[in-house]
T-cell receptor
Framework: DTEVTQTPKHLVMGMTNKKSLKCEQHMGHRAMYWYKQKAKKPPELMFVYSYEKLSINESVPSRFSPECPNSSLLNLHLHALQPEDSALYLC???????????????FGDGTRLSIL | EDQVTQSPEALRLQEGESSSLNCSYTVSGLRGLFWYRQDPGKGPEFLFTLYSAGEEKEKERLKATLTKKESFLHITAPKPEDSATYLCAVLVMEYGNKLVFGAGTILRVKS
């Protein structure tokens, strides 16, 4: 079992809906990540939070809005998504993202998102 | 230009038939190289971290090695449960300490 928990496991939504993806870790990690993964492709980085502050936004469309309420939780708010946004959304965490940090990231099992 | 290249794209083995997966990289300033296993519909599962050339790590039937230009994941006497996609990723300072993934190798082990 993974130590990064994502909910829901599956989500189907229309293009006008608003929904949120949730991620939780209790490993004391201070860096958290959102990735998008399309079928048969590697994960693509979307956002990075370091010590609860957004440190990287990979030019993601504004219809995706991340939030980090505290050091254990990470949310991804979704609004007015497009069919091409259908994918597996993965959350990951690592001990920290300090300049010389090289610790591995640990992933959750993702949320399978389908946009109708 | 690909920074991380994995080969082969797909590999079919018979149970017990040992082989190796390759991950070559052209980045400079490598901070770490990571191997992950991913099962269908699941997130990547961390396997190994390698930090410097000559380093080796082992876990059950898997052994990862690192040179200055590539890493190998050796699978000894594989079993059907080893079937998965194996992802290699490098951590590079010039990319803001971000992970750069290879495209993965799909491994199928038949009994």
């Amino acid at each position: 079992d993974t130590e990064v928990t994502q909910t829901p496991k599956h989500l189907v939504m229309g293009m006008t809906n608003k929904k949120s993806l949730k991620c939780e870790q209790h490993m004391g990690h201070r860096a958290m990540y959102w990735y998008k993964q399309k079928a048969k492709k590697p994960p693509e980085l979307m956002f990075v939070y370091s010590y609860e502050k957004l440190s990287i936004n990979e030019s993601v469309p504004s219809r995706f809005s991340p939030e980090c309420p505290n050091s254990s939780l990470l949310n991804l708010h979704l609004h007015a998504l497009q069919p091409e946004d259908s994918a597996l959304y993965l959350c990951a965490s690592s001990p920290n993202r300090d300049t010389y940090s090289n610790q591995p990231q640990h992933f959750g099992d993702g949320t399978r998102l389908s946009i109708l | 230009e690909d920074q991380v290249t994995q080969s082969p794209e797909a590999l079919r083995l018979q149970e017990g038939e040992s082989s190796s997966l390759n991950c070559s990289y052209t980045v400079s300033g490598l901070r770490g190289l990571f191997w992950y296993r991913q099962d269908p519909g699941k997130g990547p599962e961390f396997l190994f971290t390698l930090y410097s050339a000559g380093e080796e790590k082992e876990k059950e039937r898997l052994k990862a090695t690192l040179t200055k230009k590539e890493s190998f994941l050796h699978i000894t006497a594989p079993k059907p449960e080893d079937s998965a996609t194996y992802l290699c990723a490098v951590l590079v300072m010039e990319y803001g300490n971000k992970l750069v993934f290879g495209a993965g190798t799909i491994l199928r082990v038949k009994s």
